[in-house]
């Protein structure tokens, strides 16, 4: 702002172990947004390091975090992302065709993951033939089609009702309980109480680390 920087994250600093399962949360202007940023690899950071999947993204191109993301992260968003003429199931193999998988193999893979998230009878149904719940769990099964090392996502529950939400926690539960890192982004303390670990952040710096030692019954 003028001459006086204005820095969205300061000193913020921490590992996430694979398979563990983290809550970023806290108030707008916090740094969130930014932090997720970083994590997925869609922004860098003027200082620091960030290091994914053992290997230091500082000073990588676009092009090369982009392959980066493609191949160690998956994405779940708030709004679902899907493509409204694409299938669940073409929406979901997707990100397979920008990693050069051949059709017959996309599409396995894609119904593999979809059967694995509870949709295995929505194969061939668009966006608008879903409920909000089944459009996310799509959403997943796209995220997790690549086999990520990192499954990050921002606000998942945020256009939900509170039935669906709990579902949609449930299933990445789930899926964290078969060994999938798992990141989440929210805003809403009740979707954090949900994860052993939660990264509060206060005006860019990480106020608590919270570890809980039992988890609330589900």
């Given at each position: 702002m003028g001459k006086e920087g204005v820095w969205a994250?300061?000193?913020?600093?921490?590992?996430?172990?694979?398979?563990?399962?983290?809550?970023?949360?806290?108030?707008s202007g916090s740094g969130k947004s930014t932090l997720m940023h970083i994590l997925g690899c869609l922004d860098v950071p003027t200082a620091g390091r960030y290091i994914l999947a053992g290997r230091d993204t500082t000073g990588l191109s676009d092009k090369e975090l982009a392959r980066l993301r493609n191949k160690e992260i998956g994405?779940?968003?708030?709004?679902?992302?899907?493509?409204?003429?694409?299938?669940?199931?073409?929406?979901?193999?997707l990100p397979l065709v920008y990693a050069g998988v051949g059709r017959r193999e996309r599409l396995r893979r894609a119904q593999q993951v979809l059967e694995a998230v509870g949709l295995g009878d929505r194969l061939h149904h668009r966006p608008n033939e879903l409920s909000g719940g089944q459009r996310q769990r799509v959403a997943i099964a796209r995220a997790l089609v690549n086999r990520p090392s990192l499954l990050l996502a921002d606000e998942p529950t945020g256009n939900?009702?509170?039935a669906t939400s709990d579902e949609i926690l449930?299933?990445?539960l789930e899926l964290n309980a078969q060994g999938h890192t798992v990141v989440i982004v929210?805003?809403?303390p009740d979707v954090a109480a949900r994860t052993r670990r939660q990264l509060i952040l206060r005006d860019g710096l990480i106020a608590e680390d919270r570890r809980a030692a039992h988890l609330p019954v589900t």
């Open positions: 994250l300061r000193g913020v600093s921490f590992e996430v172990e694979a398979g563990e399962m983290i809550a970023i949360i806290g108030p994405f779940v968003f708030q709004t679902f992302h899907l493509l409204p003429r694409y299938t669940a199931l073409e929406n979901v193999a939900l009702d509170s449930r299933l990445f929210t805003h809403e």
